[in-house]
């Protein structure tokens, strides 16, 4: 309120800023959520016919985020939700207020004497965009350059920037239509400029590569990119497969593949009684367990590798394949492997995690704090060193073990 971020630093400088930056609309005089006035004032039914008037479900989200089953997560929230009363006569709700646009560059400065440091802030006018038939929400010119010059990868996004420049120099887009996301990819099929300018295809024949506009483009560019980074189209993506009881997980990776014929040996079969092509049992595979002993398992081919150069993730690469099984079987095919509940850790917990391990000696690909295949395989020779049930998967159990370990040891 008022009353208590007027204190702060940080809120007097931006009361200072953002009536310029708002250029006078009412944002620019009303910015807290409500005043010290307000409250003093306010009746207990007022506060009850504020809450009736926009506490109400059809202005109110529910966003989750993670690697969950969609399935489960929407029978929860209609369990927890679905009750809720939608309002007789709700409250129409004010109608957007622009900003008026500026005319000319404006600067200003702020000081105050608790300011820890100097700062630069620079705001640029959005224009309103007309409605685009194009995948994404963001100018991919402005993207790569805001990318390039503050981003965690300056020098990879300055080449993509000048291939960006490319792009609209050769007229395969304009600036209006070469939209992306926040981060740089475009188009239907998410490239990356150097992607389009390596791979893209004019499929249609306008004399255009348009992965925004043109579906046939789109599909060809990504079929071009797939090839060139050798698909074999005469080999699946990958096989679901069942394990047998007690098997060690810590055997999948890339690095481990072997011949097909060599995991029946183990005892590993597809799922639902089919048999492997017998012309392929000679063709190396490698186990994928996305979610350790706690998911379904794939033997993956060296298309799934190449899935992976699309989008290194495991999980992004399976469900890319199975909707491709999908469209060619023309019916929906669920895994049969199960998705079971995991634990859920910070980020910087499973970096941290990871570091201890490889303090020990294990490989874990690179310390991220995601839980890559090298980062399982580690995980289940640990569980197997301290005798836990073997899952291949992060669990408070272990973390919090290795954790209390590394720090015991500094």
């Known amino acids: 309120m008022e009353g208590v971020v007027g204190h702060r630093v940080d809120e007097r400088v931006r009361r200072q800023t953002m009536p310029r930056m708002f250029n006078g609309s009412r944002y620019a005089s009303r910015l807290p959520i409500g005043t010290v006035r307000s409250l003093q004032t306010m009746t207990p039914e007022a506060l009850r016919r504020f809450y009736r008037d926009w506490y109400r479900p059809e202005l109110e989200a529910v966003v989750v985020v993670g690697e969950v089953n969609p399935d489960l997560i929407e029978q929860r929230i209609k369990a927890l939700f679905a009750d809720l009363p939608a309002p007789v006569k709700p409250r129409v709700r004010p109608e957007r207020i622009d900003i008026p646009p500026r005319t000319a560059p404006d600067a200003l400065l702020v000081t105050d004497a608790e300011l820890p440091s100097g700062r630069l802030d620079l705001t640029t006018y959005v224009r309103p965009q007309p409605s ?226 490889v303090n020990q000696g294990y490989d874990v690909g690179k310390v991220d704090g995601l839980s890559g295949f090298k980062t399982r395989r580690s995980i289940g020779l640990e569980e197997k060193k301290r005798g836990l049930p073997l899952t291949c998967y992060p669990s408070s159990a272990l973390v919090d073990a290795v954790l209390k370990e590394a720090e015991t040891k500094q």
């Open 132 to 357: 685009l038939a194009t995948i994404g929400a963001y100018d991919a010119l402005q993207t790569m350059a805001t990318q390039a010059f503050m981003g965690r990868r300056p020098e990879e996004f300055t080449k993509q920037f000048i291939a960006a420049l490319k792009i609209l120099q050769e007229g395969h887009a304009t600036r209006a239509s070469m939209r992306s996301s926040w981060a740089g990819a475009m188009g239907y099929t998410q490239f990356m400029p150097t992607d389009f300018e390596n791979f893209g295809v004019d499929f249609d024949s306008d004399g255009k590569r348009d992965i925004w506009n043109s579906i046939p483009d789109a599909l060809a560019s990504t079929g071009n990119s797939l090839h060139s980074q050798g698909w074999d189209g005469s080999k699946t993506w990958a096989y679901e497969v069942t394990l047998p009881a007690d098997f060690d997980c810590s055997l999948q990776g890339p690095d481990l593949a072997k011949p097909i014929s060599e995991w029946m040996k183990l005892g590993i079969a597809r799922v639902k009684g089919k048999e492997f092509p017998k012309e392929k049992l000679g063709d190396n595979a490698f186990l994928v367990l996305p979610a350790g002993l706690k998911g379904p398992a794939f033997l993956a081919t060296d298309n799934f590798s190449v899935l992976k150069l699309y989008n290194n993730s495991d999980v992004y690469a399976i469900f890319v394949g199975h909707i491709a099984d999908m469209i060619a079987s023309n019916e929906p095919v669920a895994f049969v492997g199960a998705w079971q509940p995991v634990e859920r850790f910070p980020r910087d917990s499973i970096q941290r995690f990871q570091q201890a391990l």
